[in-house]
């Protein structure tokens, strides 16, 4: 048991990060990673190979949001709410830039359709290779190639449309 548990602390953070991507509200975040957990460390067989476990764990969770928006039976929406950009322990070296371009990504997101927000949850939140996402979504890699693409240079768009602009130089004090 204590080796199944180090084996699933490994995982922890980026499955709160595909969490958090997934329903955007921190404390349900951490729910799903906790209900997510408990359904891994109680399974009878779980795979033996790191790439394999951790699509594995990536699946439970998705599998665990979907009971949850099930049960809710809500429309998904989403609030921002500014208390998880300091919950998230961002460091500030005297510019905002990291926080602006936190938010701007965040705002972004949030315009996105449900299956770009989750494939950027997985790949480029979670960190999983594009062999774990295809196992984790259980779809061809090849198809994970080509719904990454779509949803970066979706994201991208958004972004471009929001109403955030660099200062420039020239027009400082």
Same mark, same amino acid.
Request: charged content about 25%; overall charge positive; glycine content about 4%.
């Given at each position: 048991m204590d080796q199944d548990r180090?084996?699933?602390? $490994?995982?922890?953070?980026?499955? @709160? !990060?595909?969490? @958090?991507?997934? #329903?955007r509200d921190p404390d349900? %975040?951490?729910d799903l990673v906790q209900d #997510? %957990?408990?359904? %891994?460390?109680?399974? $009878?067989n779980s795979p033996t190979e790191t790439p394999a476990y951790r699509a594995w764990l990536f699946r439970i969770l998705k599998n +665990?949001?979907?009971?949850?928006l099930r049960h809710r039976r809500v429309v998904e929406t989403w609030e921002i709410d500014d208390a998880i950009f300091i919950e998230q322990n961002m460091e500030f070296? !005297?510019?905002?830039?990291?926080? &602006?371009?936190?938010? +701007? =990504?965040?705002?972004g997101m949030e315009l996105l359709p449900a299956v770009h927000r989750d494939i950027l949850g997985l790949i480029d939140i979670a960190g999983l290779s594009y062999g774990e996402a295809a196992l984790a979504l259980e779809i061809p +890699? !090849?198809? =994970?190639?080509?719904? &990454?693409?779509? %949803?970066?240079l979706a994201l991208l768009k958004a972004i471009e449309k929001g109403n955030v602009r660099p200062i420039s130089k020239a027009n400082t004090i």
């Open positions: 180090c084996r699933l602390d $490994q995982h922890l953070q980026r499955l @709160y !990060g595909y969490a @958090y991507s997934l #329903c349900d %975040a951490r #997510c %957990a408990v359904k %891994a460390l109680k399974a $009878q +665990t949001y979907l009971d949850l070296s !005297g510019s905002e830039d990291r926080l &602006i371009n936190t938010l +701007t =990504v965040k705002f +890699t !090849g198809t =994970v190639m080509s719904r &990454i693409s779509r %949803a970066r």
